[in-house]
């Protein structure tokens, strides 16, 4: 029971304080310098939710994963698979560069970036979270951090999994995985099936939501690696992510139109080969991701969207101390959009970026500095410097403090630019960022302060994109805290305090004032684990200035248990907003009432 104890608490929301013991192994992060580091020696802000947390509680969508983490919200026109926008620290969706096993998943045709509402939990290990600019190391889309989804890779011999989960709306949910590894080779398949009617995504604020017609959605997720290992040193891997998605949806109040979908395939393809060298680690790189999605039923704007990013990159990582590195890396990427509108009318445009940038980590006793610098070189915007700086004093095992500045480029998107709904506005400059973050960890308590400020932040106003006068801030503070309180109880608590306004001083709609999120874990049966876990949203108004509808001010609980029936076979249940609280992320857009979930697991 012990060790399980440990397994859970390491498998917690992490964060720079929390290591794993020898037996778990060392919790590393790949996404802050593009290097493998242990998480302490990380100088960023960084959270990581691990696969077996999002095992224990029983969770389907990215989204859900995290909002489990300080810092982080969401908002969204319905259920699953409706347009959905997360908030890093207080900035939109198309600031955070999200990544899938570090292939780009921001989709140029779409004016919020990643279209994070198609991302399902499949066979994933972690995911990192690093906070602040990260321009400096990941180039544009990188101003609020970056999200890198990590999938599990494949063990020694033959494994797999199937899952089964059936629930409320007539949820289905089939998953299975195969996977094969030896020292030559590896390979790993998995197929995710989600299928559900969903409930009506719009609604007027206080109505039942069950008196207008169902928006359903189905996704099918499927992920294949592998790599040939040429020798010891010598590998070659691709990573293919194909996601085909269907989701219903309906129009500004016009919950009952049957009408409106949204079918959408992306596909995230790289090839990768490595190469150690005596101290150096040669990675080269070729990524390609496709977005397609055809609006069935629109009758205004775009109909059909095609988006396409390409990077060729090459990076050289030197160990030239033993805890001493540099990493050198130069390429060249491009975004691509070509949109029909539902009058025929075609536009196209291309955006392209040459950039080189180094990172430079060094460790002196207990003390951790880093530093990166990045060089953007655009054919539609002017060239930029971007940069990071980071220092970590870990005083001991519990104890740290550590800061961050860095310095954030976000060019416009290519679909704010052209706004087919709207005035075109191809002057619209790059927004310039510039944050900064101070932590202090004791033992399980993580205590943030974080503060941007971003010139020509980009908006709708006056039916375009345009920049907005000034400067706008975003600040605050983040509160994590994690604990086995009892020999066989766990409790999880994240606290956050938001101040996001623009250049008047008035607060940008959509952002919660305070939000605090909770997780409390029994283990005190054998074989069982009981699980509840929610979050309290503050006061929110959908429109600036605290003006508007209150979307804000409410609890919501989920409450989770499993059972290992066998040693490889799991079941579980799950309830869903347990106190049936009705709400409303977006004015006049539904969420979901109270939900019941049953499923089952095996692994071999």
Not at 5 to 22: P, Q
Not at 370 to 382: A, E, G, H, M, P
């Amino acid at each position: 029971m012990q060790n399980k104890i440990k397994l859970s608490l390491v498998a917690c929301l992490l964060t720079t304080t929390i290591v794993a013991n020898e037996n778990l192994g060392v919790i590393t992060i790949t996404s802050a310098t593009k290097s493998e580091q242990s998480i302490k020696d990380v100088t960023s802000s960084v959270s990581v939710v691990t696969g077996i947390e999002l095992e224990e509680k029983n969770i389907k969508t990215v989204t859900e994963a995290l909002n489990l983490v300080s810092g982080i919200s969401f908002t969204s026109n319905g259920g699953m698979g409706k347009t959905t926008s997360i908030n890093l620290r207080g900035m939109g969706n198309n600031r955070t560069l999200i990544l899938v096993d570090g292939m780009k998943f921001q989709d140029p045709s779409n004016t919020s970036g990643a279209n994070i509402a198609h991302l399902m939990v499949t066979e994933i290990e972690k995911i990192e979270m690093i906070k602040g600019a990260q321009s400096g190391i990941w180039g544009a889309d990188a101003s609020a951090g970056v999200i890198n989804i990590i999938t599990k890779k494949p063990k020694d011999g033959v494994h797999g999994s199937i899952l089964m989960e059936a629930g409320s709306s007539n949820t289905k949910k089939i998953a299975g995985t195969i996977s094969y590894k030896n020292k030559k080779m590896d390979a790993k398949l998995s197929v995710t099936d989600i299928q559900t009617d969903g409930f009506t995504s719009a609604a007027p604020k206080g109505k039942n939501i069950d008196k207008y017609e169902d928006d359903g959605y189905e996704n099918t997720t499927i992920n294949l690696q592998s790599n040939y290992y040429i020798n010891d040193n010598a590998k070659i891997g691709i990573n293919i992510t194909d996601i085909d998605a269907l989701s219903q949806y309906d129009g500004w109040k016009a919950p009952n139109d049957s009408s409106m979908k949204s079918d959408v395939d992306s596909t995230l393809y790289g090839i990768t080969y490595n190469h150690i060298l005596d101290k150096h680690n040669i990675t080269i790189k070729v990524e390609k991701s496709d977005f397609t999605r055809d609006e069935i039923g629109t009758t205004f704007g775009v109909k059909s969207f095609e988006g396409e990013t390409q990077n060729i990159e090459i990076s050289d990582n030197i160990q030239y101390n033993s805890e001493d590195f540099v990493t050198l890396g130069t390429g060249i990427s491009s975004d691509n959009v070509d949109y029909g509108t539902v009058a025929n009318e075609k536009n196209s445009k291309e955006n392209k970026d040459k950039y080189i940038y180094i990172t430079n980590s060094n460790t002196i006793k207990n003390i951790i500095f880093t530093q990166s610098i990045r060089y953007d070189k655009y054919n539609n915007f002017d060239n930029k410097f971007t940069g990071k700086l980071g220092v970590k004093h870990n005083f001991t095992n519990d104890i740290y403090l550590s800061t961050n500045v860095g310095t954030a480029y976000n060019v416009p998107n290519i679909m704010q630019e052209l706004n087919p709904w709207g005035d075109t506005n191809e002057k619209l400059n790059p927004e310039d960022t510039k944050s900064a973050d101070i932590s202090f960890g004791y033992k399980g308590l993580v205590l943030t302060y974080f503060y941007s400020k971003v010139t020509d932040l980009i908006d709708w106003e006056n039916n375009k994109y345009q920049n907005l006068e000034g400067k706008s801030t975003f600040k605050g503070i983040e509160l994590d805290y994690k604990k086995e309180i009892f020999s066989d109880t766990l409790l999880s608590l994240a606290y956050t305090r938001l101040s996001a306004k623009n250049e008047d001083g008035e607060y940008l709609r959509r952002r919660a004032k305070d939000t605090f999120k909770f997780g409390i874990d029994y283990y005190g049966i054998d074989k069982l684990h009981i699980g509840l876990n929610g979050e309290y949203v503050g006061g929110r108004y959908e429109s600036d200035d605290k003006k508007g509808s209150q979307t804000g001010r409410y609890t919501i609980g989920n409450l989770n248990i499993n059972y290992d029936l066998l040693k490889n076979l799991k079941i579980y249940t799950k309830i869903e907003n347990i106190t049936d609280k009705y709400y409303q992320t977006i004015e006049a857009f539904a969420s979901s009432p109270r939900a019941y979930y049953a499923g089952v697991k095996y692994s071999f």
